[in-house]
Nanobody, 114 residues
Framework: VQLQASGGGLVQAGGSLRLSCAAS????????MAWYRQAQGKQRELVAG???????SYAESVKGRFTIFRDNAQNTVYLQMNSVKPEDTGVYYC?????????WGKGTQVTVSS
């Protein structure tokens, strides 16, 4: 399973950005897809996750601002980031869990300027 993330970049505080992550390979379905982020000098943290049936979970710091959604037919997960803050800056990674195994994509940099 390969994961290809895209959509990162530089955005001003208060702006919006959408990340996407497409999974490719041979598999039946992906149980969980999620976004993590890692700020410089900090540990990687969960931002948002979504299961195949559509249930979602969010870090407290992004609730009400970020939305995770997925297109199961395209095996793609998205992260809509609104009202971004400088503390949202970091490398964002997508993760997929299927058949009990976790797969990670290469990160995409998100930089929020104040």
């Amino acid at each position: 399973v390969q994961l290809q993330a895209s959509g990162g970049g530089l955005v001003q505080a208060g702006g919006s950005l959408r990340l996407s992550c497409a999974a490719s390979g041979t598999f039946f379905s992906i149980a969980v897809m999620a976004w993590y982020r890692q700020a410089q000098g900090k540990q990687r943290e969960l931002v948002a996750g979504i299961v195949s049936a559509g249930g979602t979970s969010y870090a407290e710091s992004v609730k009400g601002r970020f939305t995770i959604f997925r297109d199961n037919a395209q095996n793609t997960v998205y992260l809509q980031m609104n009202s971004v803050k400088p503390e949202d800056t970091g490398v964002y990674y997508c993760k997929a869990v299927l058949d009990g195994l976790a797969y990670w994509g290469k990160g995409t940099q998100v930089t929020v300027s104040s």
